[in-house]
């Protein structure tokens, strides 16, 4: 049977770079060696580590005057970090859109004076608030922000996203390569890896070359951006395995067209669950229209019986890892780059199919 | 052409491990998922993460009161969580016997009153200090030892491994898994699994439960023990392909009799290199012949150019990464576990040959 992973992390990658993968894991480019086991100082990972670096600049176009960094630790990690490096005043300003936003923000303030900008909680994170006007301070030290939120399914969209005096830090785990992101508007963006670019266990940051050079006396040294960007990466052995699949999928994304024409597709796969879930009254998404995420669907069907039978027979049909967060309840579609737009209009007709069983 | 890698992390893995990876690649456990791109939520990642921990829990003989916690970040950044999650009273004592050692206390001496307690700094590291009598304080909140050097290639054998009345916590990155280790001794051990474990992004921290409770305010919350502790390693995602890598490791490793059948290949294999060694005058081993390495093994020619000939030659003849490290110079062969005996007694062959042509 063909299985469709919907998961929300770590997910789908394309079949194409898991059978390279496959092909080389007993000898990469000749070396006699698997890539897992070969030291990160020979010229062969040096390599790899440079040209997943520079596939990753060419495609997101990241100006010159940024870090590109391979760290450990997931988002979560960031969380902790970015305080620790970007406090200076001891002022930081928050956009509470979602489970990881909050968690960022309550790690930031055992730090410092952490101001919740705004925030949809107490409507359960079904829009994004409006970001303008003078809601950030002005001499705060920066402002983050959750681009797109995993649980709930919804995203900050180009338009909305602030102008702010201060620099914008923003966590784009959920939709990095996804959407195209202007990363000059952003002072750092970070992401965990295992959910558009490659399996668990890498984290990278992207940040602007003058924002790493005054962290806290009391951060850790390998919580240190300085510490990374001093060593290309390498301070420390980098999580090796992540950062070559990383290339593989970057290859993989140049030759498909790039992030504009991945984004094309990915709307295109979005619209495809939207606009049946909106044509019916079987299924509801709760999200506001404008601010639904493309990544990230979430349904139900208003009966927790009927959500779970759905997720059982959905796995039974080869639709897997589809149940939706705890937070949430019901099903949750992630539809990341590596899912194929076939898995999309398998899962819209099966879905189509469980309505005219259930109905 | 056969390579034998003799890089001392990431390091060699057993051939019949890899193949297992590649051949379940794309299809981990029939569940028409890889391993890659399973979220951490499933039940087969579940018992992939359980199944890791109870092997390692066998294999290494460890009690109950003891967490194991699966980790990213490396041994370093255990080196600032250390001394954050276990200072109290903000005194602990540190034993330097090579430069992960030195950077461990360096890491721990922003955090607190670190006193080296013994150090063989000054004879470039070629032996480990007496470790009796009163040179720990008895009120240190903890001792540090690293008990093997893998750029020097020395270690802390069983008999002089130090009886303390506070915790002895050891970083045994270099061969844990290599060499039997008496866990009950110990409050805490710690190692980067990219030597004698699995492929890098993964370390392994093991832990009395009853020292994981009081971290130090400005600790990280993702590096408090106690955040992983309460959540099974499973926080936020881990590091899944290294832990499944371990997890065909350790199998690996039981099937071939455990850790004291390996320590005794592990000892015939570094007598196979330090006999010759010793045997002819063209080599030379630097450390203190009852305080050598079982895993890594240097050893110099006399001569910076012969050193430099040497090891391009081995290079062109497949054996590689073999070349010391910059603060020694010469050569290391790191011989952990995935080292078959043929690769030893082949390095020997060819280190025969190239004194014979060059003596």
Same mark, same amino acid.
């Given at each position: ?37 070969? +030291? ?61 936003? +909050? ?80 990363? +000059? ?93 909106? +044509? ?80």
């Amino acid at each position: 049977m063909k299985v469709y992973n919907f998961s929300a992390g770590p997910s789908v990658l394309p079949e194409a770079v898991l059978k390279r993968a496959q092909d080389e894991l007993l000898n990469y480019n000749s070396t006699g060696m698997s890539i897992v086991e070969m +030291s990160h100082r020979t010229k062969a990972f040096d390599e790899v580590i440079q040209r997943t670096e520079s596939l990753l600049r060419e495609l997101m176009q990241i100006p010159d005057d940024y870090y590109v960094l391979f760290l450990q630790g997931g988002a979560s990690t960031q969380f902790d970090a970015i305080p620790l490096n970007l406090l200076k005043t001891g002022k930081a300003d928050y956009v509470v859109t979602g489970n990881f936003a +909050s968690k960022a923000a309550q790690a930031a303030s055992r730090y410092g004076d952490i101001k919740i900008a705004a925030s949809s909680k107490q409507d359960n994170y079904t829009y994004i608030p409006d970001l303008t006007g003078d809601i950030f301070r002005p001499d705060a030290d920066y402002i983050h922000i959750t681009s797109n939120n995993t649980i709930f399914g919804s995203r900050i969209t180009k338009d909305k996203i602030p102008t702010t005096v201060a620099p914008l830090v923003c966590d784009c785990s959920s939709h990095i390569l996804g959407e195209e992101i202007e990363v +000059s508007k952003y002072g750092m963006l970070y992401a965990g890896a295992q959910k558009n670019i490659a399996p668990a266990g890498l984290t990278i940051v992207i940040i602007k070359k003058d924002m790493t050079t005054y962290p806290m006396d009391i951060c850790p040294i390998m919580l240190k951006y300085s510490t990374h960007a001093e060593n290309g990466s390498m301070y420390n052995t980098p999580p090796c395995f992540p950062i070559y699949m990383a290339m593989l999928n970057l290859e993989w994304l140049k030759e498909f067209g790039g992030i504009k024409a991945m984004e094309q597709q990915n709307i295109y796969k979005a619209s495809l669950l939207y606009d049946y879930i909106d +044509s019916t009254d079987f299924y509801k998404n709760n999200i506001k229209p404008e601010d639904r995420s493309i990544m990230n669907v979430p349904f139900v069907t208003g009966s927790a019986e009927l959500d779970a039978q759905f997720v059982k027979e959905a796995g039974a049909n080869g639709f897997v890892s589809i149940k939706g967060h705890r937070v949430v309840g019901g099903m949750r579609a992630s539809i990341y780059n590596g899912m194929p737009v076939e898995g999309v209009k398998a899962l819209v007709e099966f879905m189509k199919d469980f309505e005219m069983r259930n109905k």
